[in-house]
């Protein structure tokens, strides 16, 4: 299954660290999807909405495997476009110098 992954914006700081659109082959789209700063490092939150005191997942993998398999596609995502951000940011250093 092809998973592509679109993330919309980057909150570097605080707990929710990004928000991303999932498609999976073309056929389905999951938007809402966000990737959250836990205790353990970053991980993915599926839409949900709130019932009494509790929130439900509106959509989920029902495998394990696929689980692991889609957010794991979300996390590099994610990180790619950290470090795109971050390359974006940085200043240049140590690049050639010419002498005249």
């Known amino acids: 299954m092809e998973i592509k992954v679109k993330i919309h914006s980057l909150h570097p700081e605080g707990g929710r660290l990004a928000d991303a659109s999932v498609s999976l082959d073309g056929c389905f789209a999951i938007r809402g999807v966000r990737v959250i700063n836990g205790s353990n490092g970053p991980f993915v939150s599926m839409p949900s909405y709130r019932s009494g005191d509790q929130y439900r997942d509106v959509c ?20 790619q ?20």
């Open 60 to 79: 989920f993998p029902c495998t394990k495997e696929f689980k692991q398999e889609f957010d794991r596609a979300v996390l590099d995502a994610y990180q």
């Open 81 to 100: 476009q950290l470090t795109q951000l971050q390359r974006q940011e940085a200043p240049e250093q140590g690049g050639p110098t010419m002498n005249m």
